[in-house]
């Protein structure tokens, strides 16, 4: 839900400023310019720092795909960042996986001759 609102207060400070720009001021070229900066910065914001503290703070939304042939443990939170562990039964590894903000930095742990599926 709040996902929603940021985009949708985006989405009308955007058309606010191409119509106040571009269609009262008759300055169509500087109007674009200027929504399209806003909707530019709205989505960087959002991509780089907003996306993971909506999720984790107001009930966002975020999907994230397990790789092809692991099997998904678990998950949590350190501060901001997400931390995935999933296990290869092919390579017998546990791999730890973190997702930050913007995915700019994010780190790997992988165990070897891990099997936490066994008894």
């Not at 900066?37 to 959002?46: C, R």
């Not at 966002?60 to 397990?66: E, H, P, S």
């Not at 501060?79 to 930050?100: A, G, M, Q, V």
């Amino acid at each position: 839900m709040i996902t929603y609102l940021y985009w949708a207060v985006a989405f009308s400070v955007s058309a606010a400023i191409l119509f106040g720009v571009g269609f009262k001021a008759k300055k169509w070229k500087i109007g674009l310019a200027l929504s399209a900066l806003v909707l530019a910065t709205a989505w960087g914001a959002y991509a780089f720092h907003f996306q993971q503290i909506f999720v984790k703070r107001y009930g966002g939304v975020m999907t994230i795909q397990v790789p092809e042939g692991q099997r998904h443990i678990s998950a949590t939170w350190k501060d901001d960042n997400l931390w995935i562990e999933n296990y290869d039964p092919k390579t017998n590894t546990c791999i730890f996986s973190e997702y930050s903000k913007g995915n700019v930095l994010e780190g790997k742990v992988i165990i070897k001759n891990c099997n936490p599926l066994a008894r």
